[in-house]
């Protein structure tokens, strides 16, 4: 098959990231990704990072029952680029949202690219049987990159790259959380969840005008994250007693709640903290699958929505207010560590010693 | 206390309904309604109707452990008036929606009356410890007045009032599920549920532009009466069968779907019905407290939105188009009886020989 560009490496393999069981992360040598079909990519990866939802697998919350790619956030340069590919080119820099779409189908149409009737995930095998290379590596075999990847118009800053790997997912994901609640100007607003969604869905929130953004952290550093993003409150206070604290701070219950947990305490958490006509947005993947109780949705009025965030769709509305600085997610980052220790950025997120960690191959 | 206005009757005693148990309807002699606070005003009844949710009782799916004044929807004219009420006087014709509500609080502010922070209901003691009267009666006492009930310009055309009266309830309602599920122009709906309140829910999704409507319904009747309120497609099947006669004649799923009955079966099938991204309205009153699955409204990022509809911050919105013609929702009433006869109506709605049911006291 035809493409242009050129392999990278001289003995065919890249280092990468495979999770073997629980808590077993292993960087090994795995081979090179090569173009299988005219509308891949071969990008090289500048930077990845480790997602909240990763360490579910790393916790056994989530079974592992063989070793497998992992990873499904990064930024780098296009490589080599299959002959059908028409809006990038080798040498270009791009955003990978989380998941692969085709750009092309209603789902993606509609903006719900997260829907798409092609939808394929990074770390899986594709519906050639081809596989798709896990984020967390050297190199990463991107299909339909057309519908997926989002080029960054050059040339790029360094400094900008921890913000521009937000894209991602986590910034995407908690504009995904404002969005789908329904924020705009003067909003009050309540964040459940201080982790990097939560922390970037205060960011989304104070971006789209909410003049009161209460924030419910209990940890100092991610607080101070929080108020640099934007949140005017924080409210340690959880259950019934984070509920009244709201009322205390607002006079009342807010406009809005921003769920990025995804337990049955934080929904609970989202809907008790929210005035009779308000909105929920919620990105926080259902942990079990909790139900949502519909009298109280009927007896308050609530608006319900949210889900998978369609990344794709939001990148092109957010790159440029990375690009002038307008937002700063990459704050976020608090720990850097070379891939090869990924095992370690594992451990750091698991333990909370870390928010979340950006990983440079 | 001071009043405006006059006693009609000359004994002291209206005509009005109880129900008595399941099945046990009767209309009876009860004293005519007094003004008790300020803020009060008695309005002589011009026309009320039978709610599919009086029903239940009725049937005995709620219990009615004693005798009690029934009906929540009426218009009349203003016949006493407390001091302290500015914006109606003793001659107006008034349409009371189905809650009281202070229109002061800050749910009332933000459009939410129906979670009112003084909410009342009609048949209810009110929080003073003064009776509110049913609405299946002669004259009703209405507390909060002023934030309550809505006046419409006079002289009143006999033939609008079944049009008005649906304001109350189910043409707000309808009207409520289309604005929660976020119908605009040029949208594609399913309406599931036929009953009067589904009805208005076509006629509403019609009013605001959506190019498909799709009304679920088995019973030729009603199926007319969607067609004439501005169904596009009829579709008679239920269960997955109802889905995928949807996305044949959609070519896909719809961007919006309706609910207006409250059962599981009926969620699932607005759910199913609902594009990725699509919005779902739900009016049905929860029956016996169906959940939502959280796990699907994730994956499909559903926006479910809908409760107790607002009717008194429709009204005014409504009224207009009801004066001007662009909507006939009284169509809706099939059966016109003498208030003597109510206990005949609520047969022939339990027995679905009648959509809704019109009561002239």
């Known amino acids: 098959m035809a493409f242009r560009g050129r392999l990278m490496s001289e003995d065919g393999l890249m280092r990468a990231t495979t999770i073997y069981a629980e808590r077993d992360i292993r960087v090994e040598d795995l081979p090179d990704p090569v173009l299988h079909l005219p509308t891949d990519v071969v990008v090289r990866v500048v930077a990845a990072c480790i997602c909240g939802s ?17 990873g499904h956030e990064f930024v780098g340069v296009v490589e080599q680029a299959g002959d059908e590919v028409s809006t990038m080119s080798v040498g270009d820099f791009v955003i990978a949202p989380f998941t692969i779409s085709d750009g092309t189908c209603p789902a993606c149409r509609n903006g719900m690219t997260s829907a798409c009737e092609n939808l394929e995930s990074f770390g899986a095998t594709d519906r050639h049987g081809f596989h798709i290379d896990g984020c967390q590596g050297q ?43 329904g924020v705009t100007a003067g909003s009050s607003v309540v964040v459940v969840g201080d982790g ?9 929130a104070s971006h789209l005008g909410a003049s009161r953004i209460i924030a419910m952290s209990r940890h100092e550093d991610r607080q101070a994250i929080a108020t640099r993003f934007g949140a005017t409150d924080i409210v340690a206070e959880r259950g019934d007693d984070g509920i009244a604290a709201v009322r205390r701070l607002l006079g009342g219950l807010a406009d809005h709640s921003l769920e990025a947990v995804g337990t049955d305490q934080s929904m609970a958490q989202a809907l008790g903290s929210t005035r009779p006509g308000g909105g929920i947005g919620f990105v ?29 769709a939001y990148i092109p509305e957010l790159l440029p207010l990375v690009l002038d600085g307008t937002i ?31 990983l440079h191959p």
């Not at 521009?164 to 969005?179: E, F, K, P, Q, R």
Request: proline share 11%; with cysteine.
């Open 196 to 204: 990097a969604v939560g922390l970037c869905a205060v960011l989304a």
């Open 284 to 312: 926080g993947v259902p942990n079990g699958g909790p139900q949502l109780p519909m009298r109280q949705l009927f007896d308050n009025n609530y608006r319900v929505a949210g889900g998978m965030a369609p990344a794709r």
């Open 139 to 181: 190199r990463v075999r991107v299909p339909r990159a057309d519908g997926t990847l989002v080029v960054v118009p050059g040339p790029v800053d360094d400094a900008l790259v921890p913000s521009l790997l937000t894209l991602s997912d986590v910034m995407s994901t908690g504009y995904h959380a404002a969005i789908a609640a």
């Open 54 to 70: 990763d360490l579910w697998p790393y916790r056994g919350v989530t079974p592992t029952p063989r070793p497998r790619a992992i």
């Open 328 to 358: 700063d997610p990459g704050q976020v980052f608090d720990l850097t560590l070379p891939l090869e220790d990924a095992a370690e950025g594992y451990a750091a997120m698991d333990s909370r010693r870390a928010i979340k960690v950006l």
